[in-house]
């Protein structure tokens, strides 16, 4: 069987915030659309679900992250995931200079969580928690 990833979907609080971010950092708007009906019930099991939705896709066009802000019902705020909790806990990209991307994702009031470590002089690595 042939299986390849799509994308991944990640619930926002701010559609437009994620949308500004993340085309600052490169990437393109592939698609914007409201989704609500039975098919979305029945896809997301969850009943009376509307919600506004942005797929974008990275330069090199291998990588897609759909974005998804609840109209109905209300979204739940949850607390970032520890380290050590099982769960979603990142989306990771390669650039091609680490400084230029965090200088775009300050202007957007994103930090790194500790810093910018480098693994054995071969590449630098950071966290940092972006809109949602």
């Known amino acids: 069987m042939a299986i390849k990833l799509n994308n991944v979907g990640i619930a926002v609080r701010d559609l437009e915030a994620v949308i500004a971010f993340f085309t600052d950092l490169g990437l393109t708007v592939l698609g914007r659309d409201t989704?609500?009906?039975?098919w979305a019930d029945t896809a997301v099991g969850l009943d009376g679900n509307h919600v506004k939705i942005a797929v974008l896709q990275t330069p090199d066009g291998h990588g897609r992250l759909e974005f998804f802000e609840y109209i109905h019902p209300d979204a739940i705020e949850t607390e970032p995931t520890l380290s050590n909790e099982i769960g979603m806990h990142r989306v990771a990209f390669s650039v091609d200079d680490i400084e230029d991307s965090l200088a775009i994702a300050a202007k957007h009031g994103y930090h790194?969580?500790?810093?910018?470590a480098t693994h054995e002089d071969i590449y630098k690595l950071t966290y940092l928690r972006g809109p949602s």
């Open 35 to 38: 989704v609500s009906g039975e």
């Open 112 to 116: 790194p969580l500790r810093g910018v």
